[in-house]
């Protein structure tokens, strides 16, 4: 697999794409023998579903979903992961508050890997689960 990825790696990494500059995510944790990650999604207004509600937007909780998994991935292979495959699950709302992905890799084949990634508020209550399927394969 790779060499170990420290947490400065992992947030030059992941503020390289200007999406995830405007997302402002912070890496918080890596685990490269586990294939582990776990980011943190700072709230902004701008990721609300509505002008009077501060729920977030689901699309914004998938991104993020799909982010964590990637960056969990990448970690241990040290290249990046296109997705091939993203399955979300919302178990409830969450508004107006930080959230946490935490992303372990399920397996990482020759061809493809498989992630699994929870979602949680600043209270730590789940808000959503996902699955991404990614190529492991460099380039």
């Known amino acids: 697999m ?11 990494w992941i503020d390289e794409p200007p999406y995830h500059e405007f997302l402002a995510i912070r890496a918080v944790e890596v685990d490269t023998e586990a294939g582990r990650v776990v980011l943190r999604l700072p709230f902004r207004r701008e990721f ?15 991104a993020f979903i799909d982010i964590a998994g990637d960056y969990a991935l990448a970690a ?23 959230l946490t992905a935490t992303a372990r890799v399920v397996k990482a084949g020759r061809t493809v890997g498989v992630v699994d990634i929870e979602i949680s508020d600043a209270g730590g209550r789940m808000i959503a689960i996902g699955r991404g399927n990614y190529s492991t394969r460099a380039g």
């Open 2 to 12: 790779n060499e170990t990825v420290t947490l400065d790696q992992l947030q030059q």
């Open 48 to 62: 609300q579903r509505s002008q009077k509600e501060p729920q977030i937007h689901g699309g914004i909780t998938a």
């Open 76 to 98: 241990l292979l040290g290249h990046g992961v296109p997705t091939i495959n993203l399955r979300v699950e919302y178990l409830r709302m969450a508004a107006a508050t930080d």
